[in-house]
């Protein structure tokens, strides 16, 4: 098994899942009026952070990721799955449902994942 696949679908799923989460948990800040008052509302919220810390090390390990995979595969591989697991999650966090349209768009991107990762093997 290639590791590296794992690896990208992990970084994928780190920042595919975190998206909507820091969405969610970061509601009402449209409330506060400075920069200060924003930022002191965020760092009140536990579980922003954490969803914001999980964002990051996905970050990191991407970065990682690139030092030991193909660019033109890892970049993306990794972006288009990110898009998938945002799509999943927001749907099972009761955001907006995607239409046909948005189900062909999701099997195109899975289609053309698979090529980029196919062609390198």
Same mark, same amino acid.
Request: with cysteine; aromatic share 10%.
């Given at each position: 098994?290639?590791?590296?696949?794992?690896?990208?679908?992990?970084?994928?799923?780190?920042?595919?899942?975190?998206?909507?989460?820091?969405?969610?948990?970061?509601?009402?800040?449209?409330?506060?009026?400075?920069?200060?008052?924003?930022?002191?509302?965020?760092?009140?919220?536990?579980?922003?952070?954490?969803?914001?810390?999980?964002?990051?090390?996905?970050?990191?390990?991407?970065?990682? +990721? $690139? /030092?030991?995979?193909?660019? !033109?595969?890892?970049?993306?591989?990794?972006?288009? @799955?990110?898009?998938?697991? *945002?799509?999943?999650?927001?749907? +099972? $966090? /009761?955001?907006?449902?995607? !239409?046909?349209?948005?189900?062909?768009?999701?099997? @195109?991107?899975?289609?053309? *994942?698979?090529?980029?990762?196919?062609?390198?093997?």
């Amino acid at each position: 098994m290639n590791f590296s696949i794992v690896k990208m679908v992990f970084v994928a799923l780190l920042w595919g899942s975190t998206n909507p989460l820091i969405k969610k948990f970061s509601k009402g800040i449209e409330n506060c009026t400075s920069p200060l008052q924003k930022a002191w509302f965020l760092c009140t919220k536990p579980l922003y952070l954490i969803s914001l810390l999980s964002n990051q090390l996905g970050s990191v390990l991407f970065y990682a +990721l $690139l /030092g030991s995979t193909e660019l !033109g595969v890892t970049v993306p591989v990794v972006n288009s @799955l990110t898009l998938i697991f *945002t799509c999943i999650v927001g749907f +099972l $966090l /009761g955001e907006e449902r995607f !239409g046909k349209i948005g189900i062909l768009g999701t099997v @195109l991107i899975i289609a053309g *994942t698979a090529l980029c990762n196919a062609e390198k093997q």
